[in-house]
């Protein structure tokens, strides 16, 4: 059965760093493109990065390009997003994306067919 399980959110302060963790069970990492998308109440869900299942590529929302990371790591299932100068609009529910069928890095959740439940980012300014 594939769960994807984030954890890492908290609360902090801008201009700080935050790093979130997704654990993909069910063997689904090893096939997968993975992205991390998010959302604010009352708005829609906005992509945010994502790396293909390789992990030579990734992409990411120019709101964020040059701030964030994303990174995978196979043995422990476990893809991360390192987010450095955190901005008070970094604010939202930050949720773990995998899909199945594709092997690349996309923009799009619709490529994604398994998602976390999300996890909190709170940045206060």
């Known amino acids: 059965q594939v769960q994807l399980v984030e954890s890492g959110g908290g609360l902090v302060q801008a201009g700080e760093s935050l790093r979130v963790s997704c654990i993909a069970y069910?063997?689904?990492?090893?096939?997968?493109?993975m992205a991390w998308f998010r959302q604010v109440l009352g708005k829609e869900r906005e992509f945010v990065a994502s790396?293909?299942?390789?992990?030579?590529?990734?992409l990411y929302a120019a709101s964020v390009k040059g701030r964030f990371i994303i990174s995978r790591d196979s043995g422990k299932n476990t893809i991360y997003l390192q987010m450095n100068s955190l901005e008070p609009d970094d604010t939202g529910v930050y949720y773990c994306?995998?899909?199945?069928?594709?092997?690349?890095?996309?923009?799009?959740?619709?490529?994604?067919?398994?998602w976390g439940q999300g996890i909190q980012v709170t940045v206060s300014s």
């Open positions: 790396i293909s299942r390789s992990g030579r590529s990734s």
């Open positions: 994306a995998a899909a199945s069928l594709y092997e690349l890095a996309y923009d799009v959740g619709e490529k994604y067919d398994y």
């Open positions: 069910g063997h689904i990492l090893s096939r997968s493109g």
